[in-house]
């Protein structure tokens, strides 16, 4: 799903994540939602003779499946055939879908049943006897509720003997008329788009039609991020044709052109005979995706580290769990606890394992926690991975605002004094446990935007499995992550070998306030990936200010009666303040980054289905901002001399997708290979094959993988040099 709106509270989502951990036995009101069944319009086949078939969803009344453009939230059905060797499956053909309003979201879909149909191709020559066609369907029905299902469907033909002539079979003879009745047919009219900053207006110059009668028009476009699904459509109609109003999407991808909108309008128009239902094709639909060579079959391509089962992906998660620790996003944090268990190491071995404890109870509790939300919303329906918060500026401002807070503490402008156990004890004077246990919390909030080895693939596994299995992998990174800090505190003899607390701590000290204050600045960076110029403004100013409630609480400290009365009230003003320039920042999204000149072009899954269809190599870089590893891969790995000659002698073009804010067609990406976060890096080899890289790249990793690749054409590579 497009979250569009402020994040939603966390205990609704927490709610909503328990019940879909829950796996207890679905209730009735579960049971058959949707009946998918195959059928063919033929009573027979012809050799070579091509023939339709069509997926018939029949849903409860008050469910819905989706449209292609599921709009702000959903999955489209999704169809995978399994047909006799010769055989070949177009694509499918969408019926005109309606708007269905949930809450505050715009979904496109169907209600009632619908019928997909494709055209199937059979080779030139069949033998005797019946030909089985069979299929594999995956959808999404949602009514407040979404439940994913899918089911196995099959339909016999007979083989028409030598002369005789296919006919459509009585029984699907209407269905398939009316099916074809609901699809889109080519607008008679041309189209265009005029824009004033947000505001598109889609004009259909079609002279000669009357205003009274032209109602219920909407319009649903091809491209997920073109439009704002839930925004009002207005339609006027005057002498010159159809105007509808429209709202730009604030995730229009960059150098979009602002004259087309290619997508179905539909309208009910009024005539002598009644009222007419008309769908209208505008624009070009995208490309299909390039089959794979015949003679070259392209299997599916996993990741090298794909997990097989709960175990392995158990194992994969503990494994990058460990190496977390040594992220640069966990480092620093991990240093304070340790230094504070320094303070610690002349208590009692006990009192030291359970601030050891405290620390993994924090950890898992955030792990399981955030597991548990992200669950849960892509249950919902949800296009959400690994790292979906920090898509949230707001998320980012927190977490900025909180490590600046805790740099300010470390540098000694709100000391944290003597019996603080540690960073965030100041929420306790009293045993410090309290501390241990959000410093857990910390340190796992702070790891979410970094992606260790063996990591990502078990996590992608973790989401593709029911509830209790992607619980128990996500506790498993949790646990690879507490593990060294539990290890310490539960040894007391590797206390014993650290050196004795002395002036040697303040220092060390003071110099762990450097690492928070550049990750300060690295999540001032991604916010301004993500918010405009006022957005970006009003983050720093919240940086004064919690800069200003630190030195005023200071203050106090040494005031009397009332000067600490007048300083808590002051800080209590900032805070006040703080919290007023949070909504802004959720406010004002910045737009795509435009395209840099010699860089690589700007991910769009129209875009790769193109070039695949040109059988042209594409080297695609699932990326954000606030991943750091994602960061040091292209600076390290990618943005070498070698790795584009490489790319210039195979003609690879390079596609780089920016998951910095939501965009539901990379989301699609990751989850067909397995992933749910970045980065992912994927090289098509224009043939029908697909290589997964590592998460890690090196240049050579890159050289290795490009030399597979056949070189290029001559002239290609002339114009690439061009």
């Keep these: 799903m497009v979250l569009r709106r402020a994040p939603v509270a966390l205990a609704a989502l927490l709610a909503a994540a328990g019940a879909a951990a829950a796996q207890a036995p679905r209730p009735s009101k579960y049971a058959d939602l949707v009946r998918a069944e195959l059928v063919a319009e033929p009573g027979a086949l012809a050799p070579g003779q091509p023939f339709a078939v069509g997926l018939r969803l029949t849903m409860k009344p008050g469910w819905h499946v989706y449209w292609r453009n599921p709009g702000d939230s959903g999955l489209p059905p999704e169809i995978a055939w399994s047909l006799p060797a010769g055989y070949a499956a177009g694509p499918v053909a969408w019926p005109a879908p309606e708007r269905i309003p949930v809450a505050d979201l715009m979904n496109f879909g169907y209600e009632g049943d619908v019928l997909l149909t494709a055209t199937v191709t059979p080779p030139a020559a069949l033998g005797a006897g019946p030909v089985a066609l069979r299929a594999k369907v995956s959808y999404l029905a949602c009514e407040r509720e979404c439940v994913p299902g899918e089911a196995s469907v099959a339909a016999t033909l007979p083989v028409a003997g030598p002369g005789a002539s296919v006919r459509p079979d009585p029984r699907t003879r209407d269905l398939f008329g009316a099916a074809r009745a609901r699809l889109p047919a080519p607008s008679p009219w041309p189209s265009r788009v005029t824009r004033e900053g947000d505001a598109l207006t889609l004009h259909l110059d079609a002279p000669g039609l009357r205003p009274e009668a032209i109602r219920d028009v909407a319009f649903f476009p091809y491209s997920e991020t073109a439009i704002e699904h839930a925004a009002p459509q207005t339609a006027t109609v005057d002498a010159a044709g159809l105007h509808v109003a429209l709202t730009r999407s604030s995730q229009a991808p960059p150098g979009e052109p602002a004259w087309r909108l290619d997508g179905v309008l539909t309208l009910t128009e009024e005539t002598g005979g009644g009222p007419v239902r008309r769908a209208l094709a505008l624009g070009e639909e995208p490309a299909a995706p390039a089959q794979p060579d015949p003679a070259r079959p392209a299997p599916p391509a996993p990741a090298a580290d794909a997990p097989e089962g709960l175990w392995q992906a158990a194992l994969l998660a503990f494994l990058g769990g460990l190496l977390l620790n040594l992220m640069p996003c966990v480092f620093p944090v991990l240093s304070i606890k340790v230094l504070s268990l320094v303070r610690h190491s002349g208590e009692s071995p006990g009192r030291v394992r359970l601030h050891g404890l405290a620390y993994a109870g924090g950890v898992m509790a955030t792990f399981l926690g955030l597991a548990a939300i992200l669950i849960g919303l892509r249950a919902g329906g949800a296009r ?276 910095t804010r939501r965009d539901p067609e990379i989301t699609r990406v990751l989850e ?51």
Aim: charged share 15%.
């Design 384 to 659: 959400v991975g690994w790292g979906f918060q920090l898509q949230s500026p707001l998320v980012v401002a927190c977490l900025a605002y909180g490590l600046f807070a805790m740099a300010l503490s470390l540098s000694g402008v709100v000391p944290i004094g003597t019996r603080a156990a540690g960073l965030g004890d100041g929420l306790t004077r009293r045993a410090g446990l309290q501390g241990s246990f959000f410093t857990g919390v910390l340190a796992t909030l702070v790891a979410t935007p970094c992606t260790a080895p063996f990591m990502g693939a078990a996590v992608g596994f973790a989401l593709t499995q029911g509830a209790a299995t992607g619980l128990a992998v996500f506790a498993a990174l949790g646990l690879g992550l507490a593990l060294p800090f539990c290890a310490l505190a539960a040894w007391p003899a590797a206390l014993r070998r650290l050196p004795r607390p002395g002036a040697w701590m303040e220092i060390l000290k003071g110099l762990l306030a450097f690492p928070l204050y550049a990750t300060v600045a690295w999540l001032v960076w991604v916010l301004s990936q993500q918010v405009g110029p006022g957005g970006l403004l009003a983050a720093l100013i919240g940086l004064v200010l919690v800069g200003f409630c630190a030195w005023v609480l200071e203050r106090a400290r040494d005031a009397g009666p009332a000067g600490r009365r007048i300083a808590q009230g002051a800080a209590l003003a900032g805070l006040v303040a703080l919290g007023a320039t949070l909504p802004g920042l959720e406010g004002d999204r910045a737009g795509p980054a435009a395209a840099v000149a010699g860089g690589p072009e700007p991910f769009s899954q129209a875009r790769l289905d193109a070039l695949l269809g040109e059988r042209r190599p594409v080297f695609v870089n699932m990326t954000a901002a606030w991943c750091i590893t994602c960061q040091v891969n292209e600076r390290a790995a990618l943005a070498g001399a070698a790795v584009r000659a490489g790319f210039r002698a195979h003609d690879v073009t390079y596609l780089k997708g920016d998951w």
């Design 672 to 722: 067909a290979h397995g992933r749910s976060g970045v980065p992912l890096y994927l090289l098509y080899d224009g043939r029908g094959a697909v290589a997964v890289l590592p998460q890690i790249l090196t240049e050579a990793t890159v050289r290795d993988a490009l030399a597979a690749l056949p070189a290029a054409d001559p002239e290609r590579r002339a114009a690439a040099a061009d």
